[in-house]
């Protein structure tokens, strides 16, 4: 099992639409989890950071499930500016090492 | 510009070429990354310095990768006898001193160096 896992996608969805992604990952132990996006050839940016109790901003909501080491992403609304891969991140690897550690990504694809 | 700035943005080197680079983080960042990235994957790990101290190290950095941060601001990372497998986005990211050393802070990025071995 990856360490960080999420369906590479892509997801085409039409503008407007809402689409959500999902990310597992293998240790227990960590407790930071972010999402970032990055678009091509450029570097991750942070989209938002993920509480337990959930958050949201604007037309994103992140959710996190310990139990059984989930991390969703929703996006409400979809514009084209919104196509990118997003990248689920948590804080621990599978080895205990104390480091963000990416999960390959899930692109998007907004369509006119 | 205040954020985390990469030298140099791209790099060509034959095969079996030492190389060097560097990172500048932002100034009150004490903790600092580098990844490796390649085409249609998340950015891997390779390492984790604390102020001037290399506190993790990924598998994936073999004896041919070092780095360092001597005065805990900047830090480099060489690569010796450069190999094609090692082309690659090298990204260096910096997080503040918030949180503890089980609940790390989110990471800012450079915009990395692109190595490319011929």
């Known amino acids: 099992r990856k360490e960080v896992e999420q369906d590479p996608g892509p997801f085409n969805v039409p503008e407007g639409a809402t689409v959500a992604f999902n990310c597992t990952y293998s240790?227990?132990?960590?407790?930071?989890f972010f999402w970032y996006r990055q678009d091509c050839r450029k570097e991750p940016k942070l989209l938002m950071s993920?509480?337990?109790s959930g958050n949201e901003d604007g037309r994103f909501t992140a959710q996190l499930n310990r139990a059984s080491q989930y991390i969703s992403l929703l996006i409400r609304d979809s514009k084209l500016s919104d196509s990118a891969t997003y990248l689920c991140?948590?804080?621990?690897?599978?080895?205990?090492?104390?480091?963000?550690?990416f999960g390959s990504g899930t692109r998007l694809q907004v369509q006119p | 510009d205040t954020g985390v700035s990469q030298n140099p943005r791209h790099k060509i080197t034959k095969r079996g070429q030492n190389v060097t680079f560097r990172c500048d983080p932002i100034?009150?960042?004490?903790?600092l990354y580098w990844y490796r990235q390649t085409l249609g994957q998340g950015p891997e790990f390779l390492t984790y310095?604390?102020?001037?101290?290399?506190?993790?190290k990924s598998r994936l950095l073999s004896d041919r990768f070092s780095a360092e941060r001597p005065k805990g601001s900047f830090s480099t990372l060489e690569i010796q006898r450069t190999e094609q497998g090692d082309s690659a986005m090298y990204l260096c990211a910096s997080s503040s001193p918030r949180g503890s050393a089980n609940r790390l802070t989110e990471a800012f990025f450079g915009q990395g160096t692109r190595l490319t071995v011929v």
């Open positions: 991140v948590v804080n621990i690897d599978e080895a205990g090492r104390r480091a963000l550690t």
């Open positions: 100034s009150e960042h004490n903790r």
């Open positions: 240790n227990s132990a960590s407790q930071s």
């Open positions: 993920v509480y337990s």
């Open positions: 310095f604390q102020n001037e101290a290399q506190l993790e």
